[in-house]
């Protein structure tokens, strides 16, 4: 373990403070995923900046019927949330399907945000790996890319999935990202604050450098819905996604009158799929309908391999979901 200097912030101003005093500075919240990073010499901050004491742990239904979630809620709190439960069953359910409750009651909602990928070449510390040491090359395109690895939105930089099972469902239901910097505050849509990985996929996120994630906000509830989130994996616990789907269906009899779907595991980044729900609006929910819909979900999809299953599984996740709110 290297040494590095610790701060505990009282406040947002102080945190974003102590943050500024150096470029090589990260924020401490749940730890789930940075002092793993650290333990395996993956990241090397010179900073820890804690952010535990901010009082960012509030869960606040507003007046327009969105939902304001603080940065330190914890992955348990807002799973177990009886508005967030009987609102957005797709948010509590991807939530309860990632990782252990251990790390879940730890795991903060803006660190499962932030959170970086679980592929095996960026964590070994010695692989080519373009997202921990840029210009070095992606071990995975040629090598084991069965697991953790994305057939969409991927690029010759880099084909890691993003790991996150809540962010797939906030992609879905809509939401907006507030950070706080020393230039003031500013709002990122969520769909835009991940970034795919191109030709810098070191750089993950909208978030400047200097900036730290306070809240965020996810939109009313689609009128009329219904929501769920299907995870496919190796293991039933304790498992990253092959392929997931977060799905918010909204029908008038048996026609579809909005619907939202997003991927996981097969994808970089949270995926919204516009593809598969033009296929759906407007139609009837017929098994002919939701079959199409899924193989547009999967449109541009390329295997590099060993993931080359993904593609019939990313469209079975949807398949699945939607039959499964329709039943």
Known sequence: MRNFEYARAADVEQAIALHARGSDTVFLAGGTTLLDLMKLDVMQPARVVDIHKLGLDKIEPLADGKVRIGAMVSNTDLARHAH?????????ES??????????????????????????????????????????????????NRNVHAVLGGSPQCIAAHPSDMCVAMVAIGATVHVQGPKGKRDIPFA?????P?????????LEADEMITHITIDAPMPGSKSAYLKLRDR?????????????????GGTVRDVRIALGGVTTKPWRSTNAEAVLRGKPLTEAVIREAAVAAMSGAQSYGQ???????????VIRNLTRLTA
Request: with cysteine; proline share 5%; net charge positive.
């Open 84 to 92: 967030i439960v009987k609102n957005y069953p797709v948010l509590s």
């Open 95 to 144: 939530i309860l399907s990632g990782a252990s409750t251990q790390l879940r009651n730890k795991a903060t909602t803006a660190g499962n945000v932030m959170q970086r990928v679980r592929c095996g070449y960026f964590r070994d510390g010695v692989s080519p790996c373009n997202k921990r040491v840029p210009g070095s090359g992606c071990a995975a395109m040629d090598g084991l």
């Open 192 to 196: 835009d604050f991940h970034l795919l």
């Open 198 to 206: 191109g030709d810098s996929p070191w750089k993950e996120h909208a």
């Open 236 to 252: 039933t616990s304790y498992q990253f996604a092959l392929a997931s789907s977060a799905v918010v269906l909204a029908l008038d």
């Open 307 to 317: 993931n080359a299953f993904k593609i019939p599984l990313g469209q079975q996740a």
